[in-house]
């Protein structure tokens, strides 16, 4: 089966790093995306990973390791804009655009 | 302007009526998606259409109906038989990923309290 885990909620500071973890379980990986989504608001689209390694992109980066099942989003130099949950998910069932989402990892970031 | 739109925002329905979501995209994108987002779960996946005249079932499909008569609307049917529908809707769309996975782009969201 498909299964991805998130830590429920995070707290960090106004210009610290903050390290958000994802683990999958799924047949077939066919890629990783992370989505920012604000309360009430849609979800918009962070990172795409479907190698190992770090891909930079401003001021968040996102990891991958296919072999550990495992990603994680590094957010850099927090702002108070930053508050809000980030979404790990996953293609399952073979398919190349169906997803599978975590229940969101909520951070809140403190002045 | 390139988006998707959902329409209405805020959506109140009393207990056994059906109610109708709108969704529409203008970026030319094949595939359509409806996600249900409920507190403290991830967005599951109601029903999808990859082509006009054509969709499937998602994950949660049951108490729900879709049509696909354009390219660019993708309406999603609450029906009496839900049982819990007060939830937040969420319609999405992508290119159609035929080797390669594809990035869904969302709308704003439609909240649904039944009452």
């Known amino acids: 089966g498909q299964n991805i885990d998130q830590p429920t909620e995070m707290t960090a500071t106004e210009g610290a790093t903050v390290q958000i973890n994802c683990t999958y379980q799924?047949?077939?990986?066919?890629?990783l995306f992370w989505y920012q989504q604000h309360a009430g608001e849609a979800p918009t689209f962070l990172s795409y990973?479907?190698?190992?390694g770090l891909e930079e992109k401003g001021r968040f980066s996102s990891f991958l390791s296919r072999s550990k099942g495992y990603s994680y989003l590094l957010l850099k130099e927090l702002q108070m804009k930053d508050s809000a949950s980030y979404l790990c998910a996953v293609p399952y069932g073979g398919a190349t655009n169906k997803l599978i989402f975590g229940t969101g990892t909520l951070l809140a970031v403190q002045p | 302007d390139g988006g998707i739109t959902q329409s209405p925002k805020y959506l109140f329905r009393k207990e056994g009526q059906n109610v109708t979501l709108s969704c529409e995209q203008n970026?030319?994108?094949?595939?359509m998606y409806w996600y249900r987002q409920d507190p403290g779960q991830g967005l599951r996946l109601i029903y999808y259409s990859q082509i006009v005249n054509d969709f499937q079932k998602g994950d949660i499909a049951e108490g729900y109906s879709v049509s696909r008569e354009k390219k660019e609307s993708f309406p999603l049917t609450v029906t009496s038989a839900q049982k819990n529908p007060t939830a937040f809707y969420l319609c999405?769309?992508?290119?159609?990923?035929?080797?390669?996975?594809?990035?869904?782009?969302f709308g704003p969201g439609t909240r649904l309290t039944v009452l």
């Open positions: 999405a769309s992508s290119q159609i990923g035929r080797t390669s996975t594809v990035t869904q782009y």
């Open positions: 990973n479907v190698l190992d």
């Open positions: 970026l030319n994108h094949d595939a």
């Open positions: 799924t047949s077939g990986f066919n890629g």
